[in-house]
């Protein structure tokens, strides 16, 4: 393995790239759970905020954040198709029918803020707590694993021999629409 | 922000290596070994280490769990005094007057400045109190994975150094490159594909 300080900077497009593929797939409405292979229905949504950045090629970056329920995003397929990439946004999944988280995700290290989950019993006698823990570790597993499994299955994609003929084109077309 | 609240913030690690003996005794006796004083030392500017998820202000291992259903949790308390810059630089005003009346010169060397500074420093360090900040943990030990729950950088370092010294297990932060390394099923050769990648451009 590569020492981890090298390797969390080296790869920090990695992440960023798939937070954009990300967006490309809720604009397709791509089949989440074909795509991940699951059982439970999967969908996400693009929640009230998102950023991107672009190197502007002399170490200077210009940042794009928008914000708002009914934001327009606009100002962020012009940024796409200046080179830009999302960096960080705010997600809504459902998984199943009643399952509903909201998030927001970092591409360069996943770490996640703001996690909401679906509604837990909230009573905090001593005797429930580990039944409320049990019940919130299912809830945070569920979530990661999607978020962990779909990445996967972009990285998986980047690196296939048809990457470029294929996905990339798909992405590329859809940014320059 | 903690495990059972409504909101969380949250980085994600996977552990690396495991117990070679009586698992739930090593996490024992790990956590007991660095756990949060229970008396404040008042000269300590940081003092960080385990309390029991339930009782974060009284790292009583012995009384309180740490074992839920399959998984370990508990908490990591760090106490920080903080001097407002501001409150210093009264007391560094008040101290500079009294220096001058007694000297009976009218200006105060840059040397002499710092020594007030360090003196003013130190006694205000020993009379505040310091703030307790509390990250929740949740590990699964069986998988090798572990919430932590903060994405606060000074936090994460804190975290990190403790848990390998009471553990003697590492924890490596999971971010896309280390995801695929540990998460991932790919053969080596796809492991390689991915070293191999660079930014894209569309």
Same mark, same amino acid.
């Given at each position: 393995m590569l020492d981890i300080a090298t390797a969390y900077n080296k790869y920090t497009f990695l992440g960023n790239e798939f937070l954009t593929w990300i967006w490309f797939l809720i604009e397709k409405q791509e089949n989440l759970a074909a795509i991940m292979g699951s059982k439970e229905s999967i969908t996400l949504e693009i929640g009230n905020s998102i950023v991107?950045?672009?190197?502007?090629? /002399?170490?200077?970056?210009?940042?794009?954040?928008?914000?708002?329920?009914?934001?327009?995003?606009?100002?962020?397929?012009?940024?796409?198709?200046?080179?830009?990439?999302?960096?960080?946004?705010?997600?809504?999944?459902?998984?199943?029918?009643?399952?509903?988280?909201?998030?927001?995700?970092?591409?360069?290290?996943?770490?996640?803020?703001?996690?909401?989950?679906?509604?837990?019993?909230?009573?905090?006698?001593? /005797?429930?707590?580990?039944?409320?823990?049990?019940?919130?570790?299912?809830?945070?597993?569920?979530?990661?694993?999607?978020?962990?499994?779909?990445?996967?299955?972009?990285?998986?994609?980047?690196?296939?021999? /048809?990457?470029?003929?294929?996905?990339?084109?798909?992405?590329?077309?859809?940014?320059?629409? | 922000m903690g495990l059972i609240s409504s909101t969380h913030s949250m980085s994600r690690y996977h552990i690396e290596g495991k117990f070679e003996t009586a698992v739930m005794e090593e996490v024992r006796k790990g956590l007991i070994k660095n756990s949060i004083p229970k008396?404040?030392?008042?000269?300590?500017?940081?003092?960080?280490?385990?309390?029991?998820?339930?009782?974060?202000?009284?790292?009583?291992?012995?009384?309180?769990?740490?074992?839920?259903?399959s998984y370990f949790s508990f908490s990591l308390r760090i106490d920080k005094k903080s001097i407002p810059a501001k409150l210093i630089q009264k007391h560094m005003a008040l101290e500079i007057e009294k220096k001058k009346e007694e000297s009976g010169r009218d200006f105060i060397s840059k040397n002499e400045k710092a020594e007030i500074k360090e003196t003013i420093t130190d006694i205000l360090m020993h009379k505040i109190p310091s703030i307790p900040s509390i990250y929740d943990v949740l590990w699964n030990y069986e998988e090798g994975s572990l919430f932590f729950f903060t994405t606060q950088k000074a936090a994460n370092e804190f975290f990190e150094t403790i848990f390998l010294k009471s553990f003697d297990l590492k924890p490596i932060r999971l971010f896309p490159y280390t995801i695929v390394e540990t998460k991932s099923k790919f053969s080596t050769d796809q492991k390689d594909n991915v070293l191999s990648l660079s930014p894209l451009k569309y």
């Open positions: 991107l950045e672009n190197n502007l090629g /002399d170490k200077s970056k210009e940042k794009i954040t928008i914000k708002g329920d009914q934001a327009g995003l606009e100002e962020g397929t012009t940024a796409l198709k200046k080179g830009a990439w999302v960096t960080e946004i705010n997600l809504k999944c459902k998984i199943g029918e009643e399952e509903e988280y909201k998030f927001t995700i970092k591409g360069e290290s996943f770490n996640i803020t703001g996690l909401k989950t679906p509604t837990t019993q909230t009573s905090k006698s001593e /005797d429930e707590i580990e039944g409320m823990i049990l019940e919130k570790t299912y809830l945070l597993q569920k979530i990661t694993g999607v978020i962990d499994s779909l990445f996967l299955k972009y990285v998986e994609k980047r690196i296939a021999n /048809d990457w470029k003929t294929k996905e990339f084109q798909e992405i590329k077309n859809w940014i320059h629409s | 008396l404040e030392n008042v000269y300590e500017e940081i003092s960080a280490g385990w309390t029991p998820y339930e009782s974060p202000y009284n790292p009583d291992f012995e009384k309180f769990s740490f074992i839920f259903g």
